[in-house]
C-alpha cells in the first residue's frame, strides 16, 4: 500500500508540469491571437516579446505572430519537460525518505523489544501484560 501511494504521489507531481494545449496558431483569428498574446504578457510581464507587443501591437501582423507562437510553444515543452524531471526527482526522494523512516522505527523497536508486532506496531510490556505502541 505504501509503494502504491509513493507512485500516486510521484504520478501527481509529475502531472503537475503537464503543458497545456491550445488550437493550432493557424486556426485563430486576428483578435484571438491578440488575447493570446496579451494573456501570456500578462502573466509573463517582463518577457522581451511582451515588451515590443505592448510598445506596437498592431504591427505584429500573422508572420510574426506564427514566430512567437512556435518560440512559445518551444518554451513551454522546454518548461513541461523540466517540471517533470524535478518532479521525478522530488517525488522519488520523498519516497526514499518515507520508506526508510519506517524501516529504522521498525527496526529499533525490533532490537529493543523482543515482543515487538510489526505489523501492529505494539509490544507486550513486562509490567502489565497489556499490548503498548512502540514510539521510539
Given at each position: 500500500m505504501?509503494?502504491?501511494t509513493h507512485i500516486l504521489t510521484a504520478l501527481a507531481v509529475l502531472g503537475s508540469g503537464v503543458a497545456t494545449f491550445s488550437a493550432p496558431a493557424?486556426?485563430?483569428s486576428y483578435r484571438q491571437q491578440q488575447r493570446y498574446v496579451e494573456r501570456f504578457c500578462a502573466r509573463n510581464p517582463g518577457a522581451r516579446d511582451c515588451r515590443e507587443f505592448r510598445?506596437?501591437?498592431r504591427r505584429w501582423d500573422n508572420r510574426?505572430?506564427?514566430r512567437w507562437y512556435r518560440d512559445n510553444e518551444r518554451r513551454d515543452r522546454r518548461d513541461a519537460a523540466?517540471?517533470?524531471i524535478f518532479g521525478l526527482a522530488a517525488g522519488a526522494a520523498l519516497g526514499a525518505a518515507a520508506s526508510s523512516g519506517g524501516n529504522s522505527?521498525?527496526?529499533r523497536c525490533a532490537q529493543r523489544y523482543r515482543t515487538y508486532d510489526p505489523r501492529t506496531n505494539t509490544?507486550?510490556?513486562n509490567s502489565a501484560g497489556e499490548r503498548r505502541v512502540c514510539r521510539l
Open positions: 505504501r509503494r502504491f493557424e486556426a485563430q510598445r506596437d501591437a510574426r505572430y506564427q523540466t517540471a517533470a522505527q521498525a527496526a509490544y507486550v510490556a
